[in-house]
């Protein structure tokens, strides 16, 4: 009887160190789900961020795109009225044609500026479009990741407590 009473103390004290350990690991896998889950709700964050820089972008791309188309047809409808040759000799001094040629300078800078611009714009939409993509595989791998410690932390779990 004294074997079997020190045998069942062993035992008891065996389950009581393993219960001690499974419940250590049940809170270190629990914080570590907590950790993901806030890394992806972060991640959720950046993603609706981006989302709402990627409109912003797209709308000051459009806007960018219908200038410039306007200002490209206002000028073939100007070409075909008058040539800027003709606009030049009509002056009607040396100054007025300098400050003439030199508006069209500035126009056809200004013009070569915008398409600069709307090139620039278009690449920090797809940037931002890419980094978009990249976050939400980051926060599907989280999230799977997640789903993973849930089941690891379930199958650890003795079946006669969950009696």
């Known amino acids: 009887i004294n074997a079997l009473l020190s045998n069942t103390k062993r035992t008891e004290k065996n389950l009581l160190i393993e219960l001690l350990d499974l419940n250590k690991k049940i809170d270190t896998r629990e914080k570590l789900i907590s ?6 709700k972060e991640l959720g964050n950046e993603i609706y961020e981006n989302q709402l820089e990627i409109n912003k ?3 000051d791309l459009e806007a960018l795109k219908k200038d410039y188309a306007d200002m490209i047809y206002k ?4 070409k075909s009225q008058n040539s800027r040759i003709m606009f030049l000799l009509s002056s009607e001094n040396f100054f007025q044609a300098y400050k003439r040629f030199q508006y069209m300078k500035q126009y056809t800078s ?3 500026m915008q398409g600069e611009e709307i090139q620039i714009k278009t ?6 479009t ?7 595989d980051q ?4 999230l799977v990741l997640v789903l993973h410690q849930q089941k690891i932390l379930i199958s650890n779990i003795p079946a006669f407590w969950c009696k």
């Open 57 to 59: 972008n797209k709308r």
């Open 139 to 142: 926060k599907q791998l989280l």
């Open 130 to 136: 890419d980094s978009l993509k990249v976050k939400k």
């Open 35 to 40: 950790v993901i889950s806030k890394e992806s």
């Open 110 to 112: 200004f013009r070569k």
């Open 75 to 78: 000028s073939y409808k100007s």
């Open 123 to 128: 690449n920090e939409l797809e940037a931002l």
